[in-house]
């Protein structure tokens, strides 16, 4: 079993949509949650970042983990083409290691 | 501030040959980090770097694969021979300092072993 679970997709949504994000995961010892997004060719590139439980919110982006039931969330509201990409989620108990999910392409449609 | 940079973007070998990879961080990032994403697979740390010290080496695959980072600045990694699933995309990050906010990827080296 993977430590991190994210569907691949794709997922494909009009614009102006409200875009929902998942990924579960099995190690209780994870505290930092992240959420990367990656356009085609490109390195990740950090989005959000949480500490344990609650939710963070940056402009049009809300992330949200339940530890409780080992469960995180991105949420993209008011989403546009340009936030076509894949969305990479990823976690970690250290500074050091971070564990990545498989990562969910995400189309945008005008 | 030029960002991280990786070099080649692409490389094609034939199984058996040795291929080296070269990352430049951020100008001024002690930490450097090397990951992975095989083919269908998630992307997954390799090593760390502080300065010139290896601080956490466990994501290594296996002896074939060996990272420097001499002087503490750019680095290498090479893998010696190669094998067909070695084949898929190598990244490196960098950041100044262990928070992982500020880890910086490159756009990667992408590695076919035919």
């Known amino acids: 079993q993977k430590e991190v679970e994210q569907d691949p997709g794709p997922l494909s949504v009009p614009e102006g949509a409200i875009v929902s994000l998942n990924c579960t995961y099995s190690?209780?010892?994870?505290?930092?949650f992240m959420w990367y997004r990656q356009y085609s060719r490109k390195g990740p590139e950090l989005l959000m970042y949480?500490?344990?439980?609650g939710n963070k919110e940056d402009g049009r982006f809300t992330a949200q983990v339940d530890k409780s039931s080992k469960y995180i969330s991105l949420f993209i509201r008011d989403s546009q083409p340009s936030d076509s990409a894949t969305y990479l989620c990823?976690?970690?108990?250290?500074?050091?290691?971070?564990?990545f999910g498989s990562g969910t392409r995400l189309s945008i449609r005008p | 501030e030029a960002g991280v940079t990786q070099f080649p973007s692409h490389s094609v070998i034939e199984k058996g040959q040795t291929v080296t990879l070269r990352c430049d961080p951020i100008?001024?990032?002690?930490?450097l980090y090397w990951y992975r994403r095989v083919m269908g697979k998630e992307i997954k740390f390799l090593l760390h770097?502080?300065?010139?010290?290896?601080?956490?080496e466990s994501g290594m695959p296996n002896n074939r694969f060996l990272a420097e980072r001499t002087g503490g600045t750019y680095s290498t990694l090479k893998v010696q021979p190669a094998e067909l699933e070695d084949s898929g995309v190598y990244f490196c990050?960098?950041?100044?300092?262990?928070?992982?906010?500020?880890?910086?990827f490159g756009p990667g080296t992408r590695l076919l072993v035919l």
């Open positions: 990050a960098s950041s100044p300092d262990m928070l992982l906010q500020t880890q910086y």
């Open positions: 190690n209780s010892a994870f505290q930092y």
């Open positions: 770097f502080v300065k010139e010290s290896k601080q956490d």
């Open positions: 990823a976690m970690t108990s250290s500074a050091s290691k971070i564990i």
């Open positions: 949480t500490y344990s439980s």
């Open positions: 100008s001024g990032h002690d930490n």
